[in-house]
C-alpha cells in the first residue's frame, strides 16, 4: 500500500481549500493535468503545481502528511523536554537539552516563540 504523502505547509493548505470549495477528485486532477490550475483565481492553488500527477492523487486518494518546518521540529524537542522535566535524574538531562536548544538558537540569532523569545 503506497504511503501518506509528505507536504508543505503551503500545499496542506491547498489541498483543503480544494475540498472546502466542493473540487471533486477528477475536477482536481484534470485541473493539474490540462490546465495547470490556471481555471482557479484563487492564490492558495498555486502550490499544487509543484506535484506531479502521481504525488497529488496519493495526497488526495490516500492522504498527506504536513512536514514540520525545522522550526517546529526544534519547537517540538524543546517542548518535549519541557514537559519530561520532572525533578528527578532526568530533570538534569531535560534542563540541560532545554539549555543547549536555547544556546544554539541564540547564537545563531535565530527566535522561535515559546523557546527563546523572551
Do not use: Q
Amino acid at each position: 500500500m503506497t504511503e501518506k504523502l509528505k507536504v508543505s505547509r503551503e500545499v496542506a493548505d491547498a489541498i483543503e481549500y480544494l475540498g472546502k470549495v466542493g473540487c471533486a477528485f477528477e475536477e482536481a486532477m484534470e485541473s493539474h493535468v490540462s490546465t495547470g490550475w490556471s481555471n482557479f483565481s484563487d492564490e492558495r492553488v498555486i502550490a499544487l503545481g509543484g506535484l506531479t500527477s502521481k504525488e497529488l492523487a496519493t495526497a488526495l486518494i490516500v492522504g498527506y502528511e504536513v512536514e514540520m518546518t525545522p522550526h517546529e521540529r526544534i519547537m517540538k524537542a524543546y517542548n518535549a523536554a519541557k514537559r519530561t522535566k520532572n525533578g528527578s535524574f532526568a530533570s538534569c538531562y531535560h534542563s540541560g537539552v532545554m539549555a543547549g536548544i536555547t544556546t544554539a538558537l541564540d547564537t545563531l540569532g535565530i527566535k522561535i516563540k515559546g523557546v527563546n523569545d523572551k
